[in-house]
T-cell receptor
Framework: RKEVEQDPGPFNVPEGATVAFNCTYS??????FFWYRQDCRKEPKLLMS???SGNEDGRFTAQLNRASQYISLLIRDSKLSDSATYLC????????????FGAGTRLFVKA | SAVISQKPSRDICQRGTSLTIQCQVD?????MFWYRQQPGQSLTLIAT?????????ESGFVIDKFPISRPNLTFSTLTVSNMSPEDSSIYLC???????????FGPGTRLTVL
């Protein structure tokens, strides 16, 4: 089983739609959680951290369920510019910190 | 967040040769990381570059193939040695910042081995 698993996608949605991505992690010692965005042929960029209480940044809402070892990202009112690959990322403490990247979920937002 | 640059941005190399990739950060950082991202795949950590000590390699990666230098707190190099077409990939360096150890990446080096 992979340490971080995501919906493979691709998700094809029209502009204005709401789309949700899911991610599960296997190691209960995981400490911190993130969503990254990666555009085609570019480096990953931090979209938002994910906190236990859930957090929102504009159209983006991230939630964490430690009991189920589950993370989600909700995008409301999708824009064409949201088209990208979304990576679920988990830091786990193994002496230091080890960062594990999910395989990513492709999102295509169409007009 | 730190500003990270990498050189070269891309290269096409012949098998059997070696390429050294440079990573420069605009601030001092304790640890720098080198990742590989093969086509259609997610990121795989190659090694952690520590200033003043040898790099720490992940399972499946060895120093002879991927020697790393870390001469100071703002710079690191990764060499891809004796390249084969299977080494064709994007190589990314990153640094950790923030209370939650968020990672920030350089723009990557796109390597094609013929």
């Amino acid at each position: 089983r992979k340490e971080v698993e995501q919906d493979p996608g691709p998700f094809n949605v029209p502009e204005g739609a709401t789309v949700a991505f899911n991610c599960t992690y296997s190691n209960s010692a995981s400490q911190s959680f993130f969503w990254y965005r990666q555009d085609c042929r570019k480096e990953p960029k931090l979209l938002m951290s994910v906190y236990s209480s859930g957090n929102e940044d504009g159209r983006f809402t991230a939630q964490l369920n430690r009991a189920s070892q589950y993370i989600s990202l909700l995008i409301r009112d999708s824009k064409l510019s949201d088209s990208a690959t979304y990576l679920c990322v988990v830091n786990m403490r193994t002496g230091g910190f080890k960062t594990i990247f999910g395989a990513g979920t492709r999102l295509f937002v169409k007009a | 967040s730190a500003v990270i640059s990498q050189k070269p941005s891309r290269d096409i190399c012949q098998r059997g040769t070696s390429l050294t990739i440079q990573c420069q950060v605009d601030s001092q950082v304790t640890m720098m990381f080198w990742y590989r991202q093969q086509p259609g795949q997610s990121l795989t950590l190659i090694a952690t570059a520590n200033q003043g000590s040898e790099a720490t390699y992940e399972s499946g990666f060895v120093i002879d193939k991927f020697p790393i230098s870390r001469p100071n707190l703002t710079f690191s190099t990764l060499t891809v040695s004796n390249m084969s077409p299977e080494d064709s990939s994007i190589y990314l360096c990153s640094v950790e910042e923030g209370l939650n150890n968020e990672q920030f990446f350089g723009p990557g080096t796109r390597l094609t081995v013929l």
